[in-house]
């Protein structure tokens, strides 16, 4: 549970950076195109003058809350199916199950792409988060469900069902808390992964609106920049997708310890 507030308390105070931004993150100063890292631009300025640092604080609030979205969504999802595997008759866990397999042998990431391109404008926060959601939330549901079924063969399960407890009272009061640390794991790699779709798909042009500040975004305006020298706007946005991806590994891994 400490883990759990911690990492929450980081993801929340990610959330809070834009306030602590310097200039306006879509801010153009034509007298400062271009800037090295300096005492009035931190992380230096892009092609528009634009204020590398604040557009960065904006950038990861962004591309955090897309990936808190998918994960929490997915993870809905994942436990409603897990549960409906759970408790439903034979055939009805054949039929679940047969589904899930059939949807985990899907290109995903062809389809992510696929789905992103009809959006003319390009997407928000919410709708690239549940889009992202769709299509990650069957791996969750397929370990959960696994670890759910596992946990129900248990002695004190069956001890519950002969003094008359009810499915839900099993589910929420039982296996889910014996489950915790393996949805904790789950929901912080999916994060993850949920970020780094959103860079991928921001990166070519097919994910958050065309120049709303992201990481993927950032990426994307900063691709041009690799052989002109102006090695900030390549290294600040890829050491940040790098360092978020890695904690929210590194906190699935500690949890799973």
Not at 23 to 34: G, I, S, T
Not at 91 to 118: E, H, M, T
Not at 125 to 144: D, H, I
Not at 239 to 252: E, K, Q
């Amino acid at each position: 549970m400490v883990k759990l507030v911690l990492v929450l308390g980081g993801l929340l105070a990610v959330l809070c950076l834009p306030f602590f931004a310097p200039f306006a993150p879509n801010e153009v100063h034509l007298e400062a195109l271009k800037l090295p890292p300096n005492a009035t631009h931190w992380l230096g300025t892009d092609f528009l003058g634009r204020d590398e640092f604040s557009r960065l604080l904006v950038g990861l609030r962004n591309s955090v809350f897309v990936g808190l979205v998918s994960g929490i969504l997915a993870l809905l999802m994942s436990l409603a199916f897990a549960f409906g595997v759970l408790f439903a008759p034979k055939w009805g866990r054949l039929g679940l199950l047969g589904f899930l397999d059939g949807f985990l042998a899907l290109p995903n990431l062809l389809l992510i792409l696929l789905f992103s391109a009809f959006s003319q404008r390009g997407l928000g926060l919410l709708g690239l988060g549940g889009l992202l959601s769709l299509f990650l939330w069957p791996q969750m549901a397929k370990v959960l469900a696994d670890s759910f079924r596992e946990i129900a063969t248990r002695e004190f399960v069956a001890n519950e069902k002969a003094l008359g407890a009810s499915k839900l009272e099993i589910a929420f009061l039982e296996i889910l808390p014996l489950a915790k640390n393996s949805v904790f794991v789950l929901l912080a790699n999916t994060c993850a992964h949920a970020i780094s779709a959103e860079a991928l798909l921001s990166f070519f042009g097919l994910g958050l609106k065309v120049g709303e500040a992201s990481l993927g975004n950032m990426l994307n305006e900063a691709s041009q920049a690799i052989f002109t020298g102006v090695w900030w706007l390549v290294l600040v946005p890829g050491l940040a997708v790098f360092v978020v991806v890695f904690t929210l590994a590194w906190a699935g891994e500690r949890a799973r310890a």
